[in-house]
């Protein structure tokens, strides 16, 4: 089993920036791709962005490309979500995520793809 906790979250002025962390533990063997969803009132879980664990391949959805990027301290199950550039739209629980696995399917911007959640933390941006 893995356990997931995010942190980072909070309250920032439209146009700022804030950075998400994300740290996996429990089985301490394993190496997991990772990955970065949000959900905000009212919508769907959504895609952000997504990581395998050697950190050579990465996506972000093209409703952030450009201004949040992923990284991951390397040879470690942690991983960022560097966000600039912060919009109202962002507004949103993000929730990190993990597979079972050290690359990305095909599917990676699916939810189904992952096998561990995180509690989420709460970004909010006013305007």
């Known amino acids: 089993q893995v356990q997931l906790v995010e942190s980072g979250g909070g309250l920032v002025q439209a146009g700022g920036s804030l950075r998400l962390s994300c740290a996996a533990s429990g089985r301490t063997f394993s190496r997991n791709a990772m990955g970065w969803f949000r959900q905000g009132p009212g919508k769907e879980r959504e895609f952000v962005a997504a990581?395998?664990?050697?950190?050579?391949?990465?996506y972000v959805a093209s409703s952030v490309s450009g201004r949040f990027t992923i990284s991951k301290d390397s040879g470690e199950n942690t991983v960022h979500l560097r966000m600039n550039s912060l919009k109202s739209e962002d507004t949103a629980v993000y929730y990190c995520?993990?597979?079972?696995?050290?690359?990305?399917?095909?599917?990676?911007?699916?939810?189904?793809?992952?096998?561990?959640w995180g509690q989420g933390t709460q970004v909010t941006v006013s305007s």
């Open positions: 990581i395998s664990w050697s950190g050579t391949s990465a």
């Open positions: 995520a993990a597979r079972d696995d050290r690359y990305l399917n095909d599917r990676y911007y699916e939810k189904t793809s992952y096998d561990y």
